[in-house]
């Protein structure tokens, strides 16, 4: 408890509050820029923990989400009490028309395909077809091999199915006449 209280630089307000006394006190128009802000803090309290600028800057980003401080234009001004709220990036939403009292809403439905019901009777899409379902089972193999007869094989054209072998074409030599 006693190395706490050593640690802990005496009376210095909170960051946010040692940034708004900043801002106060540099009193520029166009606002004041980090080094700035970090610089009067230096010089006035002095003595400031080990990791300042990364403190200095995470409130200062903190401040500048929650809508305390605006930042333009590179420099942190303090927030215009008579300004609108500021607007996230992206469409805004469609507003909402209120309801006639007395109308109850009902539960919104849940997206996506409903679930089956397990009670419900299998009955097929097309009745009376006859025709089983899915690819349909592949024919058995001649016992004499296969061959390019073969009435399974043949697509009616005469000719096997797939690409057709590469023909090896022999080198052509010339025969020279002796004059």
């Known amino acids: 408890m006693a190395t706490e209280e050593v640690n ?3 009376s210095l307000p909170s960051y946010p509050q040692l940034i708004m006394n900043a801002i106060e006190a540099l009193n520029d128009k166009n ?3 980090k ?3 970090s610089k009067y803090i230096e ?3 002095g003595d400031l923990p080990a990791g300042h600028t990364t403190l200095l800057s995470h409130h200062l980003n ?3 989400q929650t809508g305390e401080l605006v930042f333009l234009k590179n420099n942190y001004m303090k927030a215009d009490p008579n300004a609108p709220p500021k607007r996230g990036r992206g469409r805004p939403p469609k507003p909402k028309v209120p309801l006639p009292p007395g ?6 439905r849940p997206r996506g395909r409903p679930p089956k019901d397990p009670n419900a009777p299998i009955t097929s899409s097309k009745p009376g077809t006859g025709k089983p379902r899915g690819r349909p089972r592949k024919m058995a ?3 004499g091999g296969i061959t390019g007869n ?3 094989l043949s697509t009616g054209s005469g000719r096997p199915r797939g690409r057709p072998p590469k023909v090896k074409t022999s080198p052509l030599t010339e025969v020279s006449v002796g004059h």
Do not use: D, F, Q, W
């Not at 109308?103 to 919104?108: D, Q």
């Open 62 to 64: 903190r401040m500048k």
């Open 43 to 45: 010089s006035k309290y």
């Open 150 to 152: 073969s009435t399974l």
């Open 141 to 143: 193999r001649p016992e």
């Open 103 to 108: 109308v109850v809403l009902t539960p919104a």
């Open 35 to 37: 080094t700035s802000i």
């Open 8 to 10: 802990k630089p005496p």
């Open 31 to 33: 606002g004041s820029n």
